[in-house]
C-alpha cells in the first residue's frame, strides 16, 4: 500500500506563497504520475495540477496557471519520493484542502480524479484576504 503525506499547508496572506510537499512510500515512486487535487467548502474537488513519471510532461488547471508550478526529482533520482506544488500570488480561492494523489505503471497525466490510486489526508491551504 503506497502511503502519501502531504505537508507545507497554512495561513498566508493574498499575493503570498506557499509550497507543498507530497512523500511517497514506495520506491516505485519512479513509476508514478503524481497530481494534486483540491476541494474547497461546500465545493467539489479539482484537479489543480499533475506531472508525469518522467517530470516530463505537466498539466495545470486554467485557473492556477501561471501562479503553480508541480515539480519532482528527476527519473533518474531514486533517493527523492517526493513531489512539489509551489503556489505563488495565492488569492483566497485557492483556500481548499490540498490533497496529493498517484497514478501507477507510467500513466499519463489526467484531470480525472478517479483515474489515480492511491490519495494523501489532505493538507489545508487558507488564503486571507
Known amino acids: 500500500q503506497v502511503q502519501l503525506v502531504e505537508s507545507g499547508g497554512g495561513l498566508v496572506q493574498a499575493g503570498g506563497s506557499l509550497r507543498l510537499s507530497c512523500a511517497a512510500s514506495?520506491?516505485?515512486?519512479?513509476?508514478?504520475?503524481m497530481a494534486w487535487f483540491r476541494r474547497a467548502p461546500g465545493k467539489e474537488r479539482e484537479f489543480v495540477a499533475g506531472i508525469s513519471w518522467s517530470g516530463i510532461d505537466t498539466s495545470y488547471s486554467d485557473s492556477v496557471k501561471g501562479r503553480f508550478t508541480i515539480s519532482r526529482a528527476s527519473a533518474r533520482d531514486n533517493t527523492n519520493n517526493t513531489v512539489y506544488l509551489q503556489m505563488n500570488s495565492l488569492k483566497p480561492e485557492d483556500t481548499a484542502t490540498y490533497y496529493c494523489?498517484?497514478?501507477?505503471?507510467?500513466?499519463?497525466?489526467?484531470?480525472?480524479?478517479?483515474?489515480?490510486?492511491?490519495w494523501g489526508q489532505g493538507t489545508q491551504v487558507t488564503v486571507s484576504s
Open positions: 514506495e520506491r516505485t515512486f519512479r513509476s508514478y504520475t
Open positions: 494523489t498517484a497514478r501507477m505503471n507510467y500513466a499519463r497525466v489526467t484531470d480525472r480524479s478517479d483515474e489515480y490510486d492511491y
